[in-house]
């Protein structure tokens, strides 16, 4: 408890002094000033999507009439609250209480004057999981950098992406299932009126977002209702490619609806009728993500980038280097490895053993990495080559593959989420981790090509942009480079397989 608290506390720096207040539709908000930086915590930007409103676009926000406090965070999104589990340990986890209640921004602005750039940061948790006030998000050291920055929730799980024909039925234009994403463009609504209260340019916004955020960013992209809310996009771990992933269809995703509201009481009354906790542990729950509905999300993400329909801005894109593979990987015998190659692979496997072979336990474990590896680096490839193709804007890829000096785990290495920390510039807030000069300076390059990026759309040098084709990659190591990922060889197998209809 004690070090949640602190945890808590640790959202606003020690030396705090009370703001006059800032006029928002919210309501007139009172924030803290710490040195260069303006904080407001748990901003609500929508109406609670509680009792009628579950399951429904959320709604204008409430103004207060009392002037609010914005000196903590909001509760994170009903969820299940696991707090950390290696190796996302407590600074990369949920840390305060979850309601259904938790439509709220975490702004940070710059003390100084002045029109600033926005980044809007979407928090991944594969769309069940996370919260704005995850500590390693935390904004200061942007805004410190001349960049506001805001954290938004959005619904997750069961209350944010369930679909069914009665609930198709009631939007007004035959829609379902896309709450959270909903919630997203409500927060970019949100920040387009309010940001220039607190010294902010609404021509200069930047989306951002890590894992399920990127995925979310892809989407609001692709997004006609997202269009004309943000400048530029930045996706940490999830350029999409098609069809590598997909998502669910309407149809497909009420059926699933409909057959868990038969299964709880047989209408929507009875489901915005059970307690959020009852809905969260259901073990018959319908998937739980994201879904092509006809009007907030028309096409897929990958589709979009044939036949464009949303948003052309600059694309800031990449992945950690042991994104799909630890240091030390899943164990997995040369026999176990080569049969999962052809079940997968079917009539490629012959291939792809040829180029990552495991004719030995240990040849199999080095293969199962470097397969992941350069499956990541061509799907960001092919990502950026379909973009610059179809869009005037610009594609920036990077490669983050600094290892954390983590004494205790090193096993796990430029693991999914550990590059949020050197972007962020919020290394001091993990205290697991052994960070050292070379971190820092990672974490500097890092912070730089977010502010530049968000003020100018571009990183600037050393950065380089993909071409048509893919690359390079800008690569965050022990050092700054740029460098090409894939030899001919690998960059055609892949090409073929990410590329079949």
Not at 109 to 133: D, I, Q, R, Y
Not at 325 to 331: D, I, K, L, Q, Y
Not at 351 to 370: H, I, N
Not at 439 to 468: C, I, K, T, Y
Request: glycine fraction near 10%; proline fraction near 7%.
């Amino acid at each position: 408890m004690r070090r949640c608290a602190a945890w808590m506390m640790g959202l606003v720096a020690s030396v705090a002094v009370a703001q006059a207040p800032v006029k928002t539709e919210s309501g007139d908000l009172t924030g803290v000033r710490s040195g260069n930086v303006r904080t407001y915590l748990g901003v609500p930007f929508a109406a609670p999507p509680v009792g009628n409103l579950r399951w429904k676009a959320p709604q204008p926000v409430v103004r207060s009439a009392a002037v609010l406090a914005a000196d903590k965070p909001g509760p994170a999104c009903v969820q299940v609250l696991s707090r950390s589990h290696l190796p996302w340990t407590e600074a990369f986890m949920v840390q305060n209480n979850a309601s259904e209640d938790c439509l709220s921004v975490n702004i940070w602005a710059p003390a100084k004057g002045g029109k600033h750039a926005v980044l809007v940061f979407f928090h991944g948790g594969a769309f069940n999981e996370g919260s704005n006030s995850i500590a390693s998000y935390d904004g200061t050291a942007l805004a410190e950098h001349g960049v506001i920055v805001v954290d938004a929730n959005y619904r997750l799980g069961i209350l944010g992406y369930l679909a069914t024909t009665a609930l198709a039925e009631e939007s007004g234009h035959g829609s379902a299932g896309n709450y959270g994403l909903a919630d997203q463009i409500a927060a970019l609504g949100w920040v387009q009126r309010n940001i220039a209260a607190f010294g902010g340019d609404p021509a200069r916004v930047t989306i951002a977002g890590q894992s399920a955020g990127a995925q979310s960013v892809a989407q609001l992209i692709a997004s006609p209702r997202a269009k004309g809310l943000f400048a530029g996009a930045i996706m940490n771990s999830g350029p999409p490619v098609w069809p590598a992933t997909s998502i669910t269809r309407l149809p497909e995703a009420e059926a699933a609806g409909d057959k868990f509201t038969q299964a709880h009481g047989g209408s929507l009354a009875a489901l915005r009728a059970m307690a959020a906790e009852d809905l969260l542990n259901a073990k018959d729950a319908p998937p739980r993500r994201p879904v092509v509905d006809g009007w907030w999300l028309t096409e897929e993400p990958g589709d979009d980038l044939r036949t464009p329909v949303g948003s052309d801005v600059p694309v800031l894109a990449g992945w950690n280097a042991d994104e799909g593979g630890t240091a030390v990987p899943n164990g997995k015998t040369a026999d176990a490895y080569r049969a999962d190659a052809e079940k997968k692979m079917g009539a490629d496997a012959t291939r792809f053993l040829k180029l990552y072979p495991g004719e030995d336990d240990a040849q199999a474990a080095k293969s199962q990495v470097t397969a992941a590896r350069d499956r990541n680096y061509a799907i960001a490839a092919l990502y950026a080559d379909a973009y610059v193709r179809r869009r005037a804007s610009e594609v920036y890829l990077y490669d983050f593959s600094r290892v954390p000096p983590w004494k205790a785990h090193p096993e796990f290495g430029a693991h999914h989420t550990a590059e949020l920390p050197y972007f962020f510039g919020t290394l001091d807030r993990v205290k697991d981790r052994d960070y050292d000069a070379t971190d820092r300076a990672v974490s500097r390059e890092a912070v730089a090509a977010w502010v530049a990026f968000a003020e100018r759309g571009r990183p600037g040098p050393p950065w380089v942009l993909a071409h048509n084709g893919g690359g390079p990659f800008n690569v965050l190591g022990d050092t700054f480079k740029v460098e090409s990922k894939l030899d001919s060889l690998r960059a055609a197998f892949w090409k073929s397989i990410l590329s079949k209809p």
